[in-house]
């Protein structure tokens, strides 16, 4: 987006005559949460946990964790719970807005987490339920799987997030065509393995 389009978008919604803007959203897919974060022209700094977005967060387990990343770079995923919260820092979100987005992640094999990202990088909110539904992880061959609605001639790339507790993170994406001359949308699947391997087929 236009970074004068966006600053005119967040001043016109500033809560207070400072123009400082902290903005949340969710999306719940098959009972999870995802959070789009936006921080603009912030007077102070701030340390967000997950149930700042919703007091119905599902709190981290073993097999279960929730993770944060920078959207305007899909980069530097970290854990992200209430002894790990998210730091909002007011020199940094003061010219340019800062935008994060959080996905909750499941354990596959070796320390490895998989999440679902969805249209990074393409829609502010990229994990809709107009788009995305039946998000589950088998955890028999370690495949974390999300059902994609794909209209006539369309084509959406999904992305996804494989992170290792020793630190390092990759995201990955797939890609679902409807390349069908019928009218209306196709159900395609995409999915993402602990082994690295990913993609998306028709249903």
Avoid at 38 to 45: D, K, M, N, R
Avoid at 91 to 101: A, L, V
Wanted: aromatic share 10%; glycine share 8%; with cysteine.
């Amino acid at each position: 987006m236009d970074k004068s389009l966006t600053q005119a978008a967040f001043e016109s919604r500033a809560p207070t005559g400072r123009g400082e803007v902290l903005y949340s959203t969710i999306s719940d897919i098959s009972g999870h949460i995802f959070g789009t974060i936006v921080a603009h022209q912030l007077a102070g700094s701030y340390n967000l946990v997950p149930t700042d977005l919703t007091p119905d967060y599902p709190s981290s387990s073993r097999l279960f964790k929730t993770f944060i990343y920078n959207a305007a770079r899909m980069q530097d995923a970290t854990e992200w719970s209430i002894n790990s919260p998210l730091s909002l820092i007011k020199t940094q979100c003061r010219d340019n807005p800062c935008f994060y987005r959080s996905t909750p992640a499941f354990l596959a094999t070796g320390g490895v987490y998989l999440g679902l990202l969805g249209e990074a990088g393409e829609k502010f909110s990229p994990v809709s339920p107009q788009r995305f539904s039946a998000l589950r992880f088998n955890q028999s061959d370690k495949r974390l799987t999300v059902n994609v609605n794909v209209n006539k001639r369309e084509a959406v790339t999904v992305w996804f997030l494989i992170f290792n507790v020793s630190g390092s993170s990759r995201f990955v994406s797939a890609t679902c065509n409807n390349n069908q001359s019928g009218p209306g949308a196709i159900t395609a699947t995409a999915y993402v393995t602990s082994t690295g391997s990913y993609g998306c087929s028709a249903a």
